[in-house]
């Protein structure tokens, strides 16, 4: 933490129209390339502009190369050295008209060794600012490093035409460390540099120190050289004193990769064992083969404009610059052409401090992520995800709630987008904790090849949404499924095949610590074998063997408003809760015919021979209740699931008045809906229902019309009778299941779809 220095006026140069450069300037300076072009790096966010082609000498343009450039924040000028001709030079702005150049003033400098070339500089003040109308007696110098040769000191006065005398630091010639760049501390005047390795050394000038390494910092893949180091002053919120202080924070570029790294000196202790300063990538700039920096050491790095689009995550989540939060230069080009963004807009704000998310900056481009489904812990969850063009995504879920997005919580890892809406299944871990928490998505064009929660991005946008976590109850298991499969000629029996609707079949329950608070439903049609057309249906209803409770739901019991059904991944437009009941029947297909695609050459999906390779449909239906419920009370287990005829298409004789929805074909021995014809029980027919006695869609032997079967199974090819496929399923159906349980064991292969619930 330091205080703020003031910045003396610059000193009137040599050159009548040659000038400093503005008083402390935020951005950092580098210079890149063999004929030297020099750049204006934003670190905030990692922006380069272009602030001369190149530099002139004597009023022409130089095709040398400058390197070890130092920013001196006593006279505003900058300070390298000139390869071609081994000369320390001054770079000034000079303004000729409405043109500014940028011109090389050669120094007089004596003491050097003739024909070295040095790539590593920078400029230390020393002394305290002076107070406004005071004299400015502070002192500077610049320094330089050759390895082999040593580290030299080379004074710089007012008076720049007068010669300048170069000293060596006694015993540097012998340093060992591999230095591309180092740095002045603003407040110890120590130097720092950092090895390809991510080794961090402190240099101190006493006579005949040597290079002390400080510790070796985390900096992943990016090994290489470190051509550009800077120092900078950085305002840090604290939340727990409500205070805002100024940290020293020292920025080194990696050549190969342009990423910026952030490591925090403001307190560098005298002993360096057990200290370990954390690194992160703060930014990304430009990469070069030729690099080197300089910065005004005292200046804030900060955001000064709107052109940057923050995460809004609250404390302690990092979503601010001082906490180096993740945030996306928008419009790199500055043309708004070919933005990429989430939803149907990206606009920017000025995060400096954490102190600043107080502010009500009412992001209200964070529009482009629908969180289709419940988040519960151990599930698979969907989200919704639209996208301005191709670009790439990645999301981070706080799955533990600990106020950080962690690289193990990464959800979404480069994912690949289309335009448009893009459905996105996330994967909660079994240990995720109950409870409200945030998750953060990135989305940029594909090019970064490091991208975590935090730091700059050129270009993209991000967005935080708040989501709740549930405990979660499923049914048959979270990863398993039940196969259900159904005889659609109710109350004939028909030719027995059970393939005129095969699916998978999945609930679940979601709990909070009020009670359950929602239902899923999900499944994956695997065969449909039926010239009738039927609707699927689930009745949010239980029935305990044992105990004989029945547990059911209303339909005003649902939030149906909030409720959503998912084919194929994509939103279907319809009413889910079945109107004019009183139970609560969420209705998946009125016509399962509608959702299915018949493979070239078959008659029905996936029941005939070869004609098994149709993709399996899958659904998935998202029930929330107006009211959590006790635990008691809710239906849960296989609920009930069943098939109904479809209205206006012919359903078989049995119907007669015309009121097609009022055939049901339910699992056997479970009580039909209220939407039911009971006068379907009359007719004279292969069902042998005895209401009195709570026997429902069963023939007279106990051969059932729909079954479920805990396991993976292989549906009888069309009008294959059941038994020819499993020959111990009677014995298990008339014994009502005391006799084969394992009946789907002993399978016949030739005679059923090899492909239906295996693949």
Excluded at 53 to 65: H, V
Excluded at 409 to 437: F, M, R, T, Y
């Amino acid at each position: 933490m330091i205080k703020r220095c003031l910045i003396a006026a610059a000193l009137t140069p040599f050159l009548a129209n040659a000038a400093p450069f503005e008083n402390c300037p935020s951005q950092a300076f580098l210079m890149q390339d063999s004929n030297a072009k020099m750049y204006g790096i934003d670190l905030a966010s990692g922006r380069a502009n272009l602030i001369a082609g190149t530099l002139r000498l004597n009023g022409s343009e130089d095709t040398a190369s400058v390197n070890a450039i130092g920013f001196n924040f006593k006279d505003q000028y900058l300070y390298g050295f000139r390869k071609e001709s081994k000369q320390v030079v001054r770079i000034e702005q000079t303004v000729e008209g409405e043109t500014t150049h940028y011109d090389s003033t050669p120094l007089n400098v004596s003491g050097l060794p003739e024909g070295i070339h040095f790539f590593v500089g920078d400029v230390k003040v020393s002394g305290d600012a002076p107070a406004e109308g005071e004299t400015d007696n502070r002192t500077s110098s610049y320094f330089i490093y050759n390895k082999g040769r040593g580290l030299f000191e080379i004074p710089l006065s007012d008076d720049l035409s007068a010669p300048l005398t170069a000293t060596k630091q006694p015993g540097s010639e012998t340093w060992s460390t591999t230095i591309y760049d180092f740095a002045f501390h603003p407040i110890t005047n120590k130097l720092y540099a950092m090895e390809s390795d991510g080794d961090l050394f402190e240099i101190s000038l006493e006579p005949n120190s040597t290079p002390e390494l400080v510790t070796r910092l985390d900096i992943g893949t990016d090994t290489g050289a470190f051509g550009a180091a800077y120092f900078g002053v950085q305002d840090v919120y604290d939340e727990a004193t409500g205070e805002t202080t100024e940290n020293i924070i020292f920025y080194v570029s990696n050549n190969n990769s342009g990423n910026i790294f952030k490591v925090d000196l403001t307190n560098v202790p005298d002993d360096k064992s057990g200290y370990s300063p954390t690194t992160e990538i703060f930014t990304l700039g430009p990469k070069s083969g030729q690099n080197d920096g300089a910065r005004c050491a005292i200046a804030k790095v900060e955001v000064t404009d709107e052109s940057m689009d923050f995460g809004d995550a609250p404390l302690p989540y990092r979503s601010a610059l001082d906490n180096n939060g993740a945030r996306h230069v928008f419009d790199p080009n500055q043309d708004s052409q070919n933005l990429i963004f989430l939803g149907d807009s990206v606009d920017g704000e000025n995060i400096n401090t954490s102190s600043d998310m107080n502010i009500d900056y009412s992001d209200n481009s964070d529009d482009g992520v629908i969180l289709a489904t419940d988040f519960a812990a151990g599930l698979t969850a969907q989200v919704i995800v639209t996208a301005s063009q191709s670009s790439t995504l990645y999301a981070w879920f706080d799955w533990n709630q600990d106020g950080t997005f962690s690289e193990d919580e990464k959800a979404i890892d480069k994912v690949n987008l289309a335009q448009g809406a893009n459905s996105i299944l996330i994967e909660v871990p079994e240990d995720a904790a109950n409870g409200n928490s945030w998750a953060r998505f990135r989305v940029t064009d594909g090019q970064e090849v490091t991208l975590t929660a935090y730091g700059s991005v050129q270009g993209g946008e991000v967005e935080d949404y708040e989501f709740e976590t549930y405990g979660s109850e499923s049914y048959p298991g979270q990863n398993d499924w039940v196969t259900l499969a159904y005889e659609d000629r109710w109350p004939y029996l028909g030719d027995s095949d059970f393939n005129d609707l095969v699916l998978h079949y999945r609930t679940t329950k979601y709990f909070s610590s009020e009670g359950v608070t929602s239902y899923r439903i999900e499944g994956e049609i695997l065969g449909v074998g039926a010239s009738f057309h039927n609707g699927f249906a689930v009745r949010l209803y239980e029935k305990d063997v044992d105990s004989e409770l029945v547990k059911v739901l209303s339909a005003e019991q649902i939030d149906s408003s909030n409720s959503s059904l998912f084919i194929n991944g994509q939103a279907v437009s319809q009413t889910i809760i079945e109107p004019n009941r009183t139970e609560a029947i969420a209705i998946v297909a009125p016509d399962i015919w509608d959702h299915i695609n018949v493979q070239n050459g078959c008659e029905y999906f996936r029941t005939e021979v070869n004609c098994d390779v149709n993709a399996k449909v899958t659904f998935s239906m998202t029930l929330p209740l107006k009211t959590a419920l006790s635990p008691e009370s809710a239906p849960g287990s296989m609920l009930d699931p069943f098939i109904f005829a479809s209205s206006d298409h012919y359903h078989g004789d049995a119907i007669t008045d015309g009121n097609y929805r009022g055939l049901e074909v339910h699992l056997k021995n479970q009580v039909p809906s209220e939407a039911f014809n009971t006068a379907l029980f009359s007719v004279a027919a292969d069902d042998a229902s005895n209401q009195s006695k709570s026997l429902y869609f069963q023939t007279e032997n106990g051969i059932p019309f729909a079954i479920a079967i805990g396991a993976s199974w292989r549906h009888p090819h069309e009008r294959v009778d059941i038994n020819r496929a499993y020959d111990r399923f009677a014995d298990f159906a008339t014994s009502s299941g005391e006799s084969a349980p394992l009946w789907y064991n002993t399978v016949n292969t030739n005679i059923t779809i090899q492909f239906g619930a295996e693949q």
